[in-house]
Each structure stands twice: as C-alpha cells, then as structure tokens.
C-alpha cells in the first residue's frame, strides 16, 4: 500500500478558530549549516495538521528532520519557505517578542533532560513558572504539584546528579506540564533509557494526552510507537508519509 502524504488544502473552506487545527505546516522548507559550513536541507515540503487533542508520532533515522520540525513549532527555527502556525501564532507574522508567549502555550520535553545540575527537581520545575514572571507561594505548590503527577514526589530537594534517568526524564516531564500546555513536544524522550524505564515514561506521556493534551513525540524507536500505538508520520526525504504503526 503507498503512504499517503498529508496535504493542508489552499481550497479548503476557512474554519472557524475554535475548528482550525492546533497545528498547521503549509509547505515548509527548513536547514541549517553543519559544523563545517555545508548546507543541509532536512525539509523541503512539509505539510501536517495536529488537532486539539491529537498524539502523534514523528519517526525517521537520525539526522532525518525530526528535531528540525520541532524547533519549527516553537519557533527556534523559522522556515525558508512555507508557514507553521500553532495557535493562534504563525511564522510569518509573529514578531520574536511574541514568541516567549508561543512557547507558553507548549510544553518540551528532550533527550538529554536539560536540568539545571545544581538545582533540587522542584526548583528545576519552579524554575519554568519563574520564566513567565509567576512568583511567591504558588510557585512551590504548582511546582510540587507537577511533580506528583509523574511519580516524582518523593524526589522533590534532589538534584540531578541524585537521580536516575527514568527520575530525571519525569522531572523534565513535571516541568513541561507546570504551566499548562495545550501541546507537548517531546524529543526522543526515551532515547537515553533502558526498555523497561523508556516503558514507564511513554505510559506516562499517553496519560498526560489522555487528559486532554495535544502530543507530537519524535522517536526511532518502532518497539513503542507499536506498545502505544497513535497516528505516525515518517520523514521521508524531506516530507512528511503517514505510515500504518503496524508496518512498521
């Protein structure tokens, strides 16, 4: 059977924006110039919707675009060509002090966890409140509260070094979900742990999307996108193919 590629319509009828997608790539093209000044293109005709809501899958070797397309949708990456919009923010009219209110709106979640070393889990998730200017008690307590929905209560004054990875990726998740997102990215979040432990965090992803967040997870790792299995789309040369999770 051939892969359908997913097209956003010019002709289609303009939606209300309560009914818009959450998520709109309209023919992107995206690269970026490697350590030694060559020129890589990882996407030269993107297009995807993602409802309110939705968890998909973003699959495709190393080096393929995935982490590229993320950085489209909370704009640390701007298209050469095409529109990304997600919300009400598009690529082409945002202006960058407007980006900081983008990325409200998204949680992020990465390989490599990105905690700050000398700082206790609930300052690490506190941390992401005091960026969008929050203060005073209810820091903490949204803080503690994030924690206790990954399992992580227990392990609020440790600090990274303290933690095993599973710990360290829930703190991460903790500090994505503490301000509420309608969208959660996650970038090869199970990438650096074992089976069992990569099992317990993807269980933990689906809940959070379960409860209502929209969810577009980059990963290579086939074994979880057919355990919990969602709509998959694969990068293949530059474009997006929605693939069957069971061909896989």
Partial sequence: ??????????????????????VELRNVAAGYTDPSGARVDVATDLNLTL????????????????????????????????????????????????????????????QDFKLLPDRSAVENVSFALHATGKRGKVVRQKALQALAEVGLSHRAKARPSEMSGGEQQRACIARALVNDPVLLLADEPTGNLDPRVADEIQGLLVKVHRQGMALLMATHDYRLVKAFPARTLALVRGRLVEVDPDSL
């Fill in 51 to 110: 409802k309110r809501g939705e968890m998909a899958y973003l699959i495709g070797p190393t080096g393929s675009g995935k982490s590229t397309l993320l950085k489209l949708l909370y704009m640390d990456v701007k298209p050469e060509y095409g529109v990304v919009r997600v919300g009400p923010y598009q690529s082409d009219a945002t202006k960058e002090r407007d980006i900081p209110h983008l990325r409200r709106m998204l949680g992020v979640v990465f």
């Fill in 1 to 22: 059977m051939e892969p359908v590629v997913e097209r956003v319509s010019d002709a289609a009828p303009q939606p209300t924006p309560r009914e818009r997608p959450l």
